[in-house]
């Protein structure tokens, strides 16, 4: 079975700073696909980012980049030039190759953004 | 393009009573997953319907089932209410069964509340 840490229950971060987000997960496949989640307080899921883990390059947009460590199981968010709109939760989910739509997801990390 | 939509947006039902959930993907997506997030076990995969046919299922009683129409539009139910299970029911879809990287694009939810 897979499993997704995600360590950080709650961070918070001045506007127009960086932060980093932690995630590791648990598995014993090779080829699987990892994402991050937003959830703002309306409560719908939007994908922030994607990583197929047989990319040995990070995975970016826009604002938005990872730290894929294949070997450590490690898979951390940066988010650069916060923004008060960035304020969410935000979860970790790991796919395997084999198991089409079904995610496994982290606990999530409240990150809240300062003005 | 309209995303996925889901109704209600909140049911209060009594312990013993059964309830069913919607959702419509979004259009052209033939796969529909359901997911239960709760404050103490996080987002769990429910099941995940493809072409009427549940394709896989996660570690849930019984009580939980679901179904798929011709138009991929998905409906959840659950019958016998427990308290427990008062939770935020989230439908995603995705265009295929999970091909590479696809992620999955969820609805707003439907917060339900077992008393």
């Known amino acids: 079975a897979q499993t997704v840490t995600q360590s950080q229950p709650e961070m918070s971060v001045q506007e127009a700073e960086t932060v980093t987000l932690s995630c590791t997960y648990d598995?014993?496949?090779?080829?699987?696909?990892l994402f991050w989640y937003k959830q703002p307080p309306s409560r719908q899921m939007i994908l922030v980012i994607r990583?197929?883990?047989?990319?040995?390059q990070n995975a970016t947009e826009n604002r938005f980049s990872v730290n894929f460590q294949k070997a450590a199981k490690s898979f951390s968010l940066k988010i650069s030039d916060s923004q008060l709109g960035d304020t969410a939760m935000y979860f970790c989910?790991?796919?395997?190759?084999?198991?089409?739509?079904?995610?496994?997801f982290g606990s999530g990390t409240k990150l809240n953004v300062k003005p | 393009k309209a995303g996925v939509t889901q109704t209600p947006r909140y049911l209060i039902k009594t312990r013993g009573q059964q309830v069913t959930l919607s959702c419509s993907p979004i259009?052209?997506?033939?796969?529909v997953s359901w997911y239960q997030q709760t404050p103490g076990q996080g987002l769990q995969f429910l099941f995940e319907?493809?072409?009427?046919?549940?394709?896989n299922k996660g570690n849930f009683p019984g009580r939980f089932s679901g179904r798929q129409f011709s138009n991929s539009r998905s409906e959840m139910n659950v019958s016998t209410l427990e308290l427990g299970d008062s939770a935020l029911y989230l439908c995603?879809?995705?265009?295929?069964?999970?091909?590479?990287?696809?992620?999955?694009?969820f609805g707003n939810g439907t917060r339900l509340t077992v008393t």
């Open positions: 995603a879809s995705s265009l295929d069964r999970g091909r590479g990287n696809s992620p999955l694009h």
């Open positions: 598995t014993s496949e090779s080829n699987y696909y």
């Open positions: 990583q197929e883990a047989y990319k040995q």
């Open positions: 989910a790991f796919r395997a190759w084999y198991d089409f739509n079904k995610f496994y």
């Open positions: 259009s052209g997506h033939r796969s």
């Open positions: 319907y493809f072409s009427e046919t549940q394709r």
